[in-house]
């Protein structure tokens, strides 16, 4: 009785063995196959453009650095088989590598082969805490008639190749937003308030302008 009852234990134990092999070998077969499918379409990452940026204010009185602005980003899809789910997407702007905006979530959308999105975030920061240096710096870039600001893009995005859909990539966009005067006129795309320490260059307002669309830097 226990001859038999041992067998049947190696039988089940045989049994079992083979089955999990046939799931590994399974899963490993349609691994294989999603590598496959992937190394032959090689999905490449989206393209970013910053089309315009609208600067409400920029207010540099006290220590602390406030600012409003409206920035335009388009994306563009370059995949003729692969599809793009932009899953998280904050937007948020930096000057010399210092945040002075709150990230804001822009909407979450899946973007078809070839296909071109657009987004129109309103960012702000009210006394954004700088450090001197930088404060220092922004009011000089005023007073010479230029400010370079970044607007950047941090997310998460994956591909869709038919109904398989990939697992989660981290994104991140990098913007170059150059502001230039435009005279003495105000209003424009940029009017920014007096900076601390009184007037810049002797008046109460400085003009400026976003100077022209710019290319981003994508990394996934």
Same mark, same amino acid.
């Given at each position: 009785m226990s001859k038999e009852k041992h067998h049947r234990d190696w039988m089940l134990r045989r049994c079992c063995g083979s089955i999990a092999a046939c799931i590994l070998t399974l899963a490993v077969l349609v691994g294989f196959i999603v590598l !496959? =499918?992937? $190394?032959?379409?090689?999905?490449?990452?989206?393209? *970013?453009?910053l089309q315009d940026v609208q600067l409400h204010s920029i207010d540099l009185s006290d220590p602390a650095l406030s600012l409003n602005l409206q920035v335009t980003i388009a994306s563009r899809n370059p995949n003729d088989r692969v599809g793009v789910y932009y899953k998280t997407l904050d937007v948020f702007t930096t &000057?010399?590598?210092?945040p002075v905006t709150v990230p804001v979530a822009m909407p979450a959308i899946y973007q078809g082969h070839k296909d071109v999105s657009v987004w129109s975030p309103v960012m702000s920061g009210e006394s954004v805490p700088v450090a001197q240096y930088v404060a220092y710096?922004?009011?000089?870039? =005023?007073?010479? @008639? &230029?400010? $370079?600001?970044?607007?950047k893009v941090d997310g998460q995005v994956?591909?869709?190749?038919?109904?398989? !859909?990939? @697992?989660?990539?981290?994104? *991140?966009?990098?913007?170059?937003? $150059? $502001?230039?005067?435009?005279?003495?006129?105000i209003g424009g795309a940029f009017a920014m308030s007096a900076t601390a320490g009184g007037s !810049?260059? @002797?008046?109460?307002?400085?003009?400026l302008k976003f100077t022209h669309p710019a290319d981003c830097t994508v990394d996934v």
């Amino acid at each position: 009785m226990s001859k038999e009852k041992h067998h049947r234990d190696w039988m089940l134990r045989r049994c079992c063995g083979s089955i999990a092999a046939c799931i590994l070998t399974l899963a490993v077969l349609v691994g294989f196959i999603v590598l !496959v =499918i992937y $190394l032959a379409l090689r999905p490449s990452k989206p393209s *970013f453009y910053l089309q315009d940026v609208q600067l409400h204010s920029i207010d540099l009185s006290d220590p602390a650095l406030s600012l409003n602005l409206q920035v335009t980003i388009a994306s563009r899809n370059p995949n003729d088989r692969v599809g793009v789910y932009y899953k998280t997407l904050d937007v948020f702007t930096t &000057y010399r590598d210092e945040p002075v905006t709150v990230p804001v979530a822009m909407p979450a959308i899946y973007q078809g082969h070839k296909d071109v999105s657009v987004w129109s975030p309103v960012m702000s920061g009210e006394s954004v805490p700088v450090a001197q240096y930088v404060a220092y710096a922004m009011k000089q870039d =005023i007073a010479a @008639g &230029y400010v $370079l600001l970044h607007v950047k893009v941090d997310g998460q995005v994956k591909w869709k190749v038919g109904s398989w !859909v990939s @697992g989660g990539y981290h994104l *991140f966009v990098n913007c170059p937003a $150059l $502001l230039a005067a435009s005279g003495n006129n105000i209003g424009g795309a940029f009017a920014m308030s007096a900076t601390a320490g009184g007037s !810049v260059g @002797g008046n109460g307002t400085v003009s400026l302008k976003f100077t022209h669309p710019a290319d981003c830097t994508v990394d996934v």
